[in-house]
């Protein structure tokens, strides 16, 4: 009998492999599982309808593709610093966490008012997402997309105040790291956006 509850007590090697993954992490990466297809329809019901639209590319013509550049570079330089937060905080390097967590932030809120100026400019000029199928596709997905971001700077600047008053380092970097896989995602996003928003 005891042999037998010693058999059923004895974790498997698949079981342990497993119990290894924490579920905060099977979390995260169902939840980008699901924005993913969330923006992957939305980006291929773009492209079909870019496809057998005549008109898109007149349309297309008026963004401000200097600004989509601008702000494709503060979110590349973002997706960096964040990388490099999470590396100090790794290493226990407690201002250099801060210092990369605020530039983080600060990234993601100069990519929003970029963006807001973008806006502004595209409405004085009358384009409105009721001025055709492009328009109506650009703001929202480009909306979309900055819910997104102006969700990843919330997250961040909890974890900043955490890390200023030193409660980061209490068994919780690994929710850094999850912050971390959302805001590259936020940006893997915008990489695709880009191309097909600016330079079609």
Known sequence: MSST?????QSSPHNQGIQSVPLGKIAIWWFLASEIMVFGGLIASYVLLRVHNGGWAGQAAHVRWQLG??????????????ALALSASRQDKRRRTAVFLGLTVLLGVVFLCVKGVEYT??????????SGLFWS???????????????GIVANLIFLVMAVRGDLWTGKQRRLE??????HF???VWIFLFPLLYLS
């Open 121 to 130: 400019g595209e409405l004085r000029e009358g384009f409105t997402p009721a």
């Open 137 to 151: 596709f650009y703001y929202g997905m480009t909306g979309l997309h900055a819910l997104h971001v102006t969700g």
């Open 186 to 188: 936020v940006d893997v």
């Open 69 to 82: 550049t601008l702000n494709t570079a503060v979110l590349l330089t973002s997706s960096l610093t964040i």
């Open 5 to 9: 509850a010693g058999v059923l007590t």
């Open 178 to 183: 999850y912050a971390g896989l959302y805001w």
